[in-house]
Nanobody, 119 residues
Framework: EVQLVQSGGGTVQSGGSLRLSCTAS?????MAWFRRAPGKEREGVAR???????NYIDSVKGRFTISRDNAKNTLYLQMDSLKPEDTAMYYC????????????????WGQGTQVTVSS
């Protein structure tokens, strides 16, 4: 099983930036970031394949950037122009078969890190 350790996050004012990191014991085909906002179900936010192909949900397009450093086995999520609605617990995930936002395809999860955006 792939081990994922997250860092980053915190509290920032609306319009600010944060960067999340996720160090993996090994990289897999698909790496992704999910989030769970208070009172809501967890949702996929961004994903990246080992080819570097990325995908974002509409609400974060143009504001978030997912990237991976294969030499460091580290996944990043750069979050700019943050909004209060981005407040959530963020999770990184590793999947091996298909790169989607379906949680069943992700076998390993990070411990989660809180992002809070104040208005």
């Amino acid at each position: 099983e792939v081990q994922l350790v997250q860092s980053g996050g915190g509290t920032v004012q609306s319009g600010g930036s944060l960067r999340l990191s996720c160090t993996a014991s090994e990289f897999t085909y698909c790496m992704a970031w999910f989030r769970r906002a208070p009172g809501k179900e967890r949702e996929g936010v961004a994903r990246i394949t080992d080819y570097g192909t990325t995908n974002y949900i509409d609400s974060v397009k143009g504001r978030f950037t997912i990237s991976r450093d294969n030499a460091k086995n580290t996944l990043y999520l750069q979050m700019d122009s943050l909004k209060p609605e981005d407040t959530a617990m963020y999770y990184c995930a590793a999947g091996t078969r298909f790169c989607t936002y379906l949680e069943n395809y992700f076998g390993s999860w990070g411990q989660g890190t809180q992002v809070t955006v104040s208005s």
